[in-house]
């Protein structure tokens, strides 16, 4: 039987919408605390739901009644968690099931939080906190009735659990009793991609100095089937974003990899300095299963305290080296404040080859607009000195970038020139970020490339524009997005569009990484005679004879109206 997804989905958005609604009532909506309570809720009912199918599951294997194996009576937990290790785990007093059972509190505000709490301390979850560059831990769940004055947290709290209670909406419940009822636990990367867009669709926004902002959908899915198509063959693999956001990159590119025997060939590997889009990283992987990935999951400064090294925890043994990195760094910020420390620290910071980690150089600090300083320029050089020998990577940078003639930028295309790595360049439709003007393109790196070839588009003619809030966007149609699949992994030179060039011919051009000026110059002759020639020159110096006679009268109208006004000035005043 067909399963309706489409009715799921819309069930699955009527309980966010549920929830923001609630938030709102009590003044708390378009806040920080908002996005807290409803990721943390929404994360919390999706968790239960799948641990209690997986629980119902293992009472059809060992034929012990669910209540019995959860309150540990005949000491099954162990083997529980060894059959199903992803899973977060929940005492009895944890579930909603349980917890349903004293909503008729005064105080069932305290037995909620009390339950987030012992979620999150739970020895078994340890993997679920996310770690800070410093070791210190971000627990899994947060109180929610902090975010609300005293005398409503009882009230609060029932209505928010009230949304989420089985008899309102369950992810385990199949739509008629011919279907498997944990279905929705067995759909993959599109399903949850899209309800996790909803989830956080109104908090990925800029936010202070730092761009959060969630890389859109069609350029993830680009990225990730390019760099694959790259590849001649996929094995396990360890993929990197140092810049990760919400994880749409990263989490494309590992769906994209695929899974063997049901375990998926990624491991992935982030670290980004904003709280929040660390927060949203953890609920994007848990609603994927990639929970081997989350011990990987760092919030901290990337450029000045990078926490992945070759050996875990070991900083004596040099930055980590990935398979496959992809970035969408911030362009511009302020990091004055750490640009001197940047520079010294990582001074004499060398890979095996002798590259320095910042080979080109690190941006001055601004005199007047700090906020311009371009960072992006330290995360390219990051990211080059990260790659695995036959690593590959996809950064998307302001198209500027591509032709910059002096400074960092061309430093850093030269290098990338020289030692053969760049695979190609992609510039995308203007406004393909909705809440950035800025045009981007996008660098495929390969160290594994033994070409001489370098394949170059221009997709910015692509897309139809669509107004999205107060901003517009620019939306890639499927078939637009195949298109630039496709040409680019099978070098499709398609005139004006795009073409492949030799590194000499990019040399040639100073480095430049645009295709424009790889384009053949077109006249167009057309056979005349010469008495044909001299007629048509004639002609044409007749109409310039007769536009320089009309410029000349034009000129004298001016100077006659203007010395008459000056006159008219003159009488007025005397």
Known sequence: MRIDYSKIEANIEKIIDELKGICSQSGLGNTGAEERIITTVFLYKFLNDKFMYNLHEF??????????????????????????????????????????????????????????????????????NIETSDGTKKPLFEEISREVDESAKNNFVKSIFASITQERFDFTIGESEKEDPGHVFKKHFDFYSRIFEYLIKDYNVSSGKYAEYFT???????????????????????????????????????????????ISRALVYTQDISQKSSRFLRI??????????????????????????????????????????????????????TRDSIEQKWKETKNETGLHRFFAGVPAIAKKKKESMAIYLLFIQHIIFSLKSKGKAAIVVPTGFITAKNGIEAEIRKYIVKNKILKGCISMP?????????????????????????????????????????????????????????????????????????????????????????????????????????????????????????????????????????????????
């Open 59 to 128: 009472e059809k294997e060992i034929g012990i009644v669910y209540k019995e194996i959860l309150m540990n009576k005949h000491n099954e937990m162990d083997a529980f968690y060894d059959r199903y290790s992803g899973n977060v785990a929940f005492n009895y007093e944890d579930t909603i099931e349980y917890l349903v059972t004293k909503m008729t509190s005064n105080e069932f505000y305290k037995d909620f939080d009390t339950a987030l709490t012992r979620i999150s301390k739970n020895p078994r979850n340890d993997n679920f």
């Open 216 to 262: 859109p959908q069609a350029v993830s899915k680009i990225i990730a089937k390019i760099l694959v198509g790259m590849s001649e063959k996929i094995d396990a693999s360890e993929i990197y974003d140092p810049s990760a956001g919400s994880g749409s990159l990263v989490l494309h590119l590992a769906n994209e990899l695929g899974a063997y025997e049901g």
């Open 284 to 337: 994007n992987l848990l609603l994927n299963g990639l929970t081997d990935s989350l011990h990987n999951v760092i919030q901290g400064d990337t450029l000045f305290s990078p926490s992945h090294y070759t050996r875990e925890g070991d900083p004596q043994s040099g930055l980590k080296k990935f398979d496959y990195i992809v970035s969408n760094p911030p362009f511009k910020l302020d990091f004055s404040s």
């Open 430 to 574: 203007s406004n393909i970020f909705a809440n950035t003007g800025t045009n981007v393109s996008v660098l495929f790196l390969d160290k594994a490339n033994e070409s001489n070839e370098v394949f170059l588009m221009d997709a910015s003619g692509l897309g139809t524009k669509q107004k999205e809030g107060k901003n517009q966007k620019t939306v890639l149609s499927h078939d637009e997005e195949d298109r630039i699949i496709d040409s680019f992994i099978n070098k499709r030179e398609i005139e004006e569009f795009s073409k492949i060039v030799s590194y000499e011919q990019i040399q040639e051009k100073k480095n430049s990484f645009s295709v424009g000026q790889y384009f053949e110059v077109k006249i167009e002759y057309i056979d005349i005679t010469k008495e044909e020639f001299e007629q048509k020159m004639a002609k044409y110096e007749e109409e310039l004879k007769s536009l320089i006679l009309k410029s000349q009268e034009l000129d004298n109208k001016i100077i006659e109206n203007f010395s008459r006004l000056k006159f008219n000035d003159k009488k007025e005043n005397d």
